[in-house]
């Protein structure tokens, strides 16, 4: 297949490489379009009041690549609409795979790697979000060492790369085009090869004080909470399924926000 990948943690997350490799190892044709620094909880902002750049560059990817200096519906956008041959469109957009988990409504509305992916959708095409879990302290270290996994985090990822991979063909033959639809995998931590799906519905979390009280500048500055989840037992949920150590794979049907 001929996919779109895109993320929004930036061009030189190791998440993404991974991802990107193992879609190359089952033959598929890749175009990587990704934004040039991170751009996390952006949602699907655009950059309408000032130029965004699309450079065309190489980062060992072994595909054509171009890095965008705005948000990563920036990034879809223009590649659908100016750097992709218009001759052969692509199957599906894949966004991710995301530093962190985008799990429940709160996360999922906020999430730049999910706009990613809905910014496919708007274009009539299949869209795919990818997400992996990870704790606090791993985060940091990731962070730390450039956006690298370490001999820790590796396994882990690649065998959700892996996963993505496998899942990426099968979700796209099951969506039309013009569906309106963005599937949203979340990976636990850890992941393995033996890993189970489990379909899921988005968690209800809410998130109250993400910002500090103000500083002596007059500032507030994010905290990161992973908020309340006030979600039923039943049907499961996409935290619940990660958190018992499976992957979570939520349909994201926005046809079913009208009325």
């Given at each position: 297949m001929r996919f779109l990948v895109t993320n929004d943690d930036g061009i030189e997350s190791g998440f993404l490489h991974e991802l990107v490799r193992a879609l190359?190892?089952?033959q598929h044709e890749l175009f990587v379009v990704a934004p040039k620094k991170e751009q996390s909880w952006i949602g699907a902002a655009k950059s309408r009041n000032r130029p965004v750049h699309?450079?065309?560059?190489?980062?060992?990817?072994?595909?054509?690549?171009?890095?965008?200096?705005?948000?990563?519906?920036?990034?879809?956008?223009?590649?659908?609409?100016?750097?992709?041959?218009?001759?052969?469109?692509?199957?599906?957009?894949?966004?991710?795979?995301n530093v962190g988990l985008n799990a429940s409504l709160a996360f999922i509305i906020a999430s730049g790697t999910v706009a990613g992916a809905w910014e496919g959708a708007l274009h009539g095409i299949p869209a795919i979000a990818l997400s992996q879990d990870l704790t606090v302290e791993l985060y940091d270290k990731f962070k730390?060492?450039?956006?690298?996994?370490?001999?820790?985090l590796e396994p882990t990822i690649r065998a959700s790369a892996a996963h993505a991979a496998r899942l990426a063909p099968e979700l796209t033959r099951q969506?039309?085009?013009?569906?309106?639809?963005?599937?949203?995998?979340?990976?636990?931590?850890?992941?393995?090869?033996?890993?189970?799906?489990?379909?899921?519905?988005?968690?209800?979390?809410?998130?109250?004080?993400?910002?500090?009280?103000?500083?002596?500048?007059?500032?507030?500055?994010?905290?990161?909470?992973?908020g309340e989840d006030l979600s039923p037992k039943e049907p499961l949920t996409d935290r619940a399924a990660v958190a018992a150590g499976y992957i979570s794979h939520t349909v994201l049907d926005y046809r079913k926000l009208g009325f």
């Open positions: 190359l190892a089952q699309a450079t065309a560059a190489d980062h060992g990817l072994g595909c054509p690549t171009w890095v965008v200096d705005g948000t990563p519906s920036d990034a879809v956008n223009i590649a659908v609409g100016h750097l992709l041959p218009a001759s052969q469109p692509v199957d599906a957009v894949i966004s991710g795979i730390a060492a450039g956006n690298q996994a370490d001999a820790v969506m039309e085009r013009c569906s309106f639809t963005v599937h949203n995998v979340n990976f636990p931590l850890p992941c393995s090869a033996g890993s189970e799906v489990r379909h899921t519905v988005p968690a209800r979390v809410v998130v109250p004080g993400l910002f500090t009280p103000a500083d002596d500048d007059g500032t507030h500055r994010l905290v990161y909470r992973q």
